[in-house]
Structure formats: C-alpha cells, structure tokens
C-alpha cells in the first residue's frame, strides 16, 4: 500500500512540475519496462561517467599550471632540484600534496577516466553483439563510433598533462603513429606539434584536452542522444527479419515516463559509480613518477595507458612499422564506423550473424591477450612465429566455437519455429506481454 501512494504522489507531485515547465515537449522519451535492466543502459553509465569528468576537471583546472617552464616552489625540493621541475609537474605535486582531498579529486578523475573508456567498450560490444546498429538506427551508431574515437582522444591528450616522463615519452610514440595517419597525419601535424618546443606541445594538448575535444564530445553526445529519442531503445535481438525496429505513438504512451521514474533508475546507478570511484581512489591513490626531464627517469620504459597498450604492442612485433600499425588501426576503425553498411542480414541476433560475431570476438581477445602482453613485456621485440602461436589459435578457437553454436541453434530454432503454429505479428516482443505459444515470446526469452 505504502508504495502505491508513494508513486501517486510522486506522479502528482511531477506531474505539477511537467505542467508548469512545458517539460513534456522536452526530448525525454518513455522507455518500456523491460529495459529496467542495467544491461539497457550502458550508454547512460557512459553519459554518467563523462559529467564526473567534467565536473572533477573542472575543479583540477583551479590548480593546474599548464607550463613547462621551471618553478621555484617547495615541489622542486621534494623533485631533486630545486629548479628545473616543471611547473605542470609542481602544480600536480601541489594538488596531491596540498590541496584538501586532492589527491582523492585527482585519482578519482584519472581512474574515471579509466572506467568512462572501459564503460565505453562495454557499451559497443553490447550493442554489436544484439545487433543495435540495423536500420533504422545506422547513423546512431555512426555518431557513437565517433564519440568513441573521440573519447580515446580525451585519454591521449590527458595522458601528457602531469608532465611526467613517461607521459611524455608515450605521447611523443602516439604523435609519431598519429603523424603516420593517412591525409589526416600530415594535416595534424602542425596543430598538435604548434611550435616544436615542450611547451607548444603541452599547450596544445592542454587546449584539446580541456576545450576541443569536451566540445566535440558535448556535440557528438547531443547528435547520439537526439538520434536514441528520435528512433528509441532496440528491441531485444530476434531472428524474426520482420520485426519492428521503432515504437509506435500509440505504445510509447504505455511506457514508463523518462521524469522522474527513469532519471531517478540512471541517478541510482550514477550515485553507485561515483561512490565505487571514491572508495578505489582512496584506496590506491593515483602516485606521481618523475618529472620530464629528470635525469632519474633516463631509463624508463615507455608505457602507455592500458586502453593503448594494444597498439604500442602492435609496433613491437618484428616486421610492423609504425605504417604498418597505422593501416591496421584505420581499417579497424573504417570496419566498425561502416559496419551497418556491411552486415545487411534483417536479423540480429548474435547466432543468425556467425560470420561478425566470430570478428567481433576475435577482436576482443585479441585485444585482451595484447593488452596483456604489452603490459608484461613492453618495448620487447617478439617474432613472427611467436605472434602466429600465440595470436593465431584465439582466432581459430573463435572460429570453431562460433560455427558450432551456430549450427547448433539454427537446427533448434528450426524445431521451435515448427512447433508452432501461431505467426509472429512483428510487434515489439516484451517480455511477459507475448503469448507464451508464439515466435516471439521464443525470442524475446531467448535473447535475455
């Protein structure tokens, strides 16, 4: 009883709010019950950890001193010398040393950054597991390709800002396979070089990191976002090619309003990831290595962020130039941004696609296994018959296990499909509403 009259009044009380706002013509479109599962909402777990970064950036930006010019301050004496230290590695000092609670602000910035990449990755291989990216939602995913290229972006250019030598190390190994682009390398040249000095270089990466690429970002956000409401969330992933792929007026008046019962589920969830994000930052504090340029880190080993460490493992095979690891990287990003284009099959789910889900799994151990391996061994050369032994058999494994589950469902989905004699209507099938005798109660239970 008690939750009956609280959601009355809580409608009541929201419902006065909607009036006197207009804010139903605001672009916050109802959602069904069935996507009250966090596995719906990896976007806006994503969407939540780029607001922390915003906000924790912010508030870094009060203290932080984007120069590389020497600086006379107590950090020197701590660094060895009392004034060649940098001041973008002081004023880093001085945030984790001197500021109230800054080194949980800047840990907490640093591993959500780590979390927003990773939330990130979640979110694509999701949505290309269930087949999110077929029409009508192509462009939609399109854009979010992008915003994940970008987002890649945001974590280079703010690698370099500690002004640490090793930051500055990776980032210059990161320049040179950007400069490798093709059109793109020649074009970024002069922009992210500036004057060829440290100081040009560290402003530029400063500007792009807290002004350029948050702008590319917040409009690349809003194209997603406004795509999301125009097409809606995907249905579950079927086998029916004549399903529907958009609520019609009528059903989105039944679902579940976006104010305030939705954005109170994605508040719930954001105030659990800030609250996670505190409690790993205080318990392993973000620690600062030595400045660019100190003469105790000349024998440091170049080791980029974990997100790119894939690719800084890629350069060390032996034959692969940074050319090389360029073209492989732009055809990865060319398969993905057009990858609606190429799977054209009406069906989508995972086991009526073996030939892209062997890729997409393929490429996630691969990733995994080189992510791995440029962390254990990193700048070490490997040979090419150690790359076939080790590379080789996750993409033949993938390979069997796929065409076996896929032979193995198409047999079982062919008996459903013939047990049954009621058709499929083609409706949204939501768990619970469908007929338990039809195809897509069948493929509704299935894809959960």
């Given at each position: 009883m008690f939750s009956h009259w609280y959601n009355r009044t809580l409608n009541k009380i929201w419902g006065?709010?909607?009036?006197?706002?207009?804010?139903?013509?605001?672009?916050?479109?109802?959602?069904?019950?069935?996507?009250?599962?966090?596995?719906?909402?990896?976007?806006?777990?994503?969407?939540?950890?780029?607001?922390?970064?915003?906000?924790?950036?912010?508030?870094?930006?009060?203290?932080?001193?984007?120069?590389?010019?020497?600086?006379?301050?107590?950090?020197?004496?701590?660094?060895?010398?009392?004034?060649?230290?940098?001041?973008?590695?002081?004023?880093?000092?001085y945030i984790i040393n001197s500021v109230p609670m800054g080194s949980l602000l800047l840990s907490s910035h640093l591993y959500g950054a780590y979390a927003m990449i990773f939330l990130m990755f979640v979110h694509f291989f999701r949505g290309y597991y269930v087949g999110v990216y077929k029409a009508p939602r192509e462009f939609s995913w399109m854009v979010g390709t992008l915003l994940m290229l970008t987002t890649l972006g945001m974590g280079f250019t703010g690698y370099l800002l500690p002004y640490t030598q090793l930051s500055l190390n990776a980032t210059n190994v990161g320049i040179v396979l950007a400069l490798r682009l093709p059109t793109f390398g020649p074009l970024l040249g002069p922009?992210?070089?500036?004057?060829?000095?440290?100081?040009?270089?560290?402003?530029?990466?400063?500007?792009?990191?807290?002004?350029?690429i948050p702008v590319a970002l917040g409009a690349l956000l809003y194209a997603h976002i406004a795509l999301f409401e125009s097409h809606g969330i995907a249905p579950p992933a079927t086998s029916d090619p004549l399903q529907r792929r958009r609520f019609t007026e009528k059903e989105d008046k039944k679902h579940v309003p976006f104010m305030p019962h939705i954005f109170f589920y994605i508040t719930k969830w954001?105030?659990?990831?800030?609250?996670?994000?505190?409690?790993?930052?205080?318990?392993?504090?973000?620690?600062?290595?030595?400045?660019?340029?100190?003469?105790?880190a000349a024998g440091i080993v170049t080791e980029?962020?974990?997100?790119?460490?894939?690719?800084?493992?890629?350069?060390?095979?032996?034959?692969?130039?940074?050319?090389i690891a360029v073209a492989v990287t732009t055809v990865l990003m060319l398969y993905v941004l057009f990858l609606p284009f190429l799977d054209r099959s009406k069906r989508t789910h995972p086991r009526d696609r073996p030939l892209f889900i062997w890729i997409a799994t393929s490429l996630l151990?691969?990733?995994?296994?080189?992510?791995?391996?440029?962390?254990?061994?990193?700048?070490?050369?490997?040979?090419?018959?150690?790359?076939?032994?080790?590379i080789g058999p996750i993409f033949l494994v993938n390979g069997l296990v796929t065409a076996l589950f896929h032979l193995r469902y198409r047999r079982s989905y062919a008996r459903r499909l013939a047990a049954r004699s009621v058709p499929y209507s083609g409706a949204y099938p939501s768990p619970g509403s469908v007929p338990s005798g039809s195809v897509g109660a069948a493929e509704a239970s299935s894809s959960e």
């Open positions: 006065f709010v909607e009036d006197r706002t207009s804010m139903k013509k605001w672009a916050l479109r109802p959602q069904p019950d069935f996507t009250f599962k966090p596995s719906y909402w990896t976007g806006a777990f994503v969407v939540n950890a780029f607001l922390y970064q915003v906000i924790s950036g912010a508030l870094l930006l009060l203290y932080y001193q984007p120069s590389t010019a020497p600086t006379l301050t107590a950090c020197g004496q701590v660094a060895g010398t009392f004034s060649t230290a940098p001041a973008a590695w002081c004023s880093t000092y922009f992210i070089l500036a004057d060829g000095t440290s100081q040009g270089l560290l402003s530029r990466m400063f500007d792009a990191h807290v002004l350029l954001g105030l659990l990831y800030v609250g996670v994000l505190f409690g790993i930052a205080a318990l392993w504090p973000w620690q600062l290595t030595a400045y660019a340029g100190n003469v105790a980029p962020d974990w997100y790119f460490l894939w690719l800084f493992k890629l350069v060390d095979f032996t034959g692969v130039t940074p050319v151990g691969f990733f995994i296994m080189m992510t791995v391996w440029g962390g254990e061994t990193p700048g070490v050369q490997i040979a090419p018959m150690q790359v076939a032994s080790t």
